[in-house]
């Protein structure tokens, strides 16, 4: 069974920094296309970052770019998004994701894993 579980959530003021960790089985992680996706109250779901199996290439939503870093460590099969420069519009649930597909979307319909997801909110 394909399982993500994620970690790093909390409570920032604009400008702060926040780390999201996603750990995954040693074959998910290996094998998969890693991201993270997000949801704001009253709005879809949107794809914010996507890591290739091999950690060669990354992709970044408009939004995010310049600010967010996708990361893989392969030793901990985990997957890290460090937010900087937040902002008040980046407050959302945080969801981890797992698939063959890469870069992850939500167009895609069902993907392998997904994730409990972890709060994240930016006060001004």
């Known amino acids: 069974q394909v399982q993500v579980v994620e970690s790093g959530g909390g409570s920032v003021q604009a400008g702060g920094s926040l780390r999201l960790s996603c750990a995954a089985s040693r074959y998910t992680y290996s094998s998969n296309c890693m991201g993270w996706f997000r949801q704001a109250p009253g709005k879809e779901r949107e794809g914010v970052a996507s890591i290739y199996a091999g950690g060669g290439s990354t992709y970044y939503a408009d939004s995010v770019k310049g600010r967010f870093t996708i990361s893989r460590d392969n030793a901990k099969n985990t997957v890290y998004l460090q937010m900087n420069s937040l902002k008040p519009g980046d407050t959302a649930m945080y969801y981890c994701?797992?698939?063959?597909?890469?870069?992850?979307?939500?167009?895609?319909?069902?993907?392998?894993?997904w994730g409990q997801g972890t709060l994240v909110t930016v006060s001004s």
């Open positions: 994701a797992a698939d063959r597909r890469c870069p992850l979307r939500i167009g895609y319909g069902p993907l392998a894993a």
